[in-house]
C-alpha cells in the first residue's frame, strides 16, 4: 500500500531527567517531543511499544533506542523499530528504518520552582530496511518544542513538519499535574492530557494525488508517566475526537502508547 509508513504518525516522545535541588521534575508529553535533554555525558536507553487500530487494520510497533547527551543541551539518538501490519490483505511484519534524531535546547531559563526552556529538533528516517514494510525514501522531520514546568504544572506546545509524501503538520498541546510533591528518593506520578492535531497533505505517484491519503485529524490524550530515581514509565492512550480524512480511509479507533526510559 502506497500510503503505509515505518515512521509513526505520531512521533516518538522523547524523555530525559532534570535534577534540581527542589525536585525531579522535568517530563515530557507522550504523544511528542518536548524541550528536554541529557545531561553531558549521559546515556539514555529508551524502550517503546505502540499500537493503533482503524476498522479491519491494526498497526503494531516495537522499538529500542539509544540517545547521548554531547552537552548538557545537546543530545543524539538512534531508534531500531520492528512492526506488524494487519489489514484485509493479510498481515506484514519486520524490521523497519533505522530512524538518528538530535534535539538542541537553545534557550532555558529557571526561577524558583520554574523552568521554561525551548528546543529544535531534527528526525530522518533511513532507507536501510530491505524488508517489505520499507518505504524506499529517506524522510525528515523538522521540530520545535517550547515547555514550562513548576513543581505542581506542566504545559507544553509542540509543532513540526515532515517533508516526504505529502508534507504533514503535527501540533500538540500538553498539560500535566503533580498531586502530591516528593522527594528524589521517592516514586513520582504525573498526570497528563493532550491534544494532538494531524494536518496531512495527499501522497503523490508519479506527480499524481493520489485520492485516499492525506486529510485532518484531533485526538484527547490521557496519560500518566511514573518516574522513580533514573526510571520513567509512561502510557497513554489517543482518543479520537475529529476525522477529516480525503477519500476512503478507515478513520482511527484508538492509539496507544507505552514507554520505558533508564538514563545512565
Request: proline share 4%; charged share 20%; hydrophobic share 35%.
Amino acid at each position: 500500500m502506497l500510503y503505509k509508513q515505518s515512521l509513526k504518525q505520531t512521533i516518538t516522545a522523547m524523555g530525559c531527567w532534570l535534577f534540581l535541588p527542589v525536585s525531579l521534575f522535568a517530563h515530557d508529553p507522550i504523544f511528542s517531543p518536548g524541550p528536554h535533554v541529557l545531561f553531558k555525558d549521559g546515556f539514555e536507553i529508551h524502550t517503546e511499544f505502540v499500537r493503533s487500530e482503524q476498522g479491519d487494520e491494526s498497526d503494531s510497533e516495537q522499538a529500542i533506542a539509544l540517545k547521548y547527551g554531547i552537552t548538557g543541551d545537546w543530545v543524539i539518538g538512534i531508534e531500531q523499530p520492528y512492526q506488524i501490519i494487519k489489514d484485509e490483505f493479510g498481515s506484514q511484519s519486520g524490521v523497519g528504518d533505522i530512524l538518528l534524531s538530535t534535539k538542541y535546547r537553545f534557550w532555558r531559563e529557571d526561577t524558583p520552582g520554574v523552568q521554561e526552556s525551548a528546543a529544535v529538533l531534527v528526525k530522518v528516517k533511513l532507507d536501510s530496511s530491505n524488508d517489505a514494510l520499507t518505504t524506499d525514501t529517506v524522510d525528515p522531520v523538522l521540530g520545535f518544542t517550547y515547555g514550562y514546568e513548576s513543581l505542581t504544572w506542566y504545559r507544553f506546545n509542540q509543532n513540526n513538519d515532515q517533508l516526504q509524501r505529502g508534507d504533514r503538520l503535527f501540533v500538540d498541546l500538553a498539560g500535566g499535574y503533580r498531586s502530591q510533591l516528593n522527594d528524589y528518593r521517592e516514586a513520582d506520578t504525573v498526570w497528563l492530557l493532550e491534544l494532538n492535531g494531524e494536518f496531512i497533505k495527499r501522497n503523490a505517484f508519479n506527480g499524481l494525488d493520489l485520492n485516499n491519503t492525506g486529510g485532518n485529524q484531533w485526538f484527547v490524550s490521557p496519560g500518566i508517566m511514573l518516574t522513580y530515581r533514573n526510571f520513567a514509565v509512561k502510557a497513554g492512550i489517543q482518543l479520537p475526537v475529529l476525522s477529516n480524512l480525503n477519500g476512503d480511509q478507515p478513520r482511527a479507533d484508538y492509539r496507544a502508547r507505552q514507554e520505558f526510559e533508564w538514563h545512565l
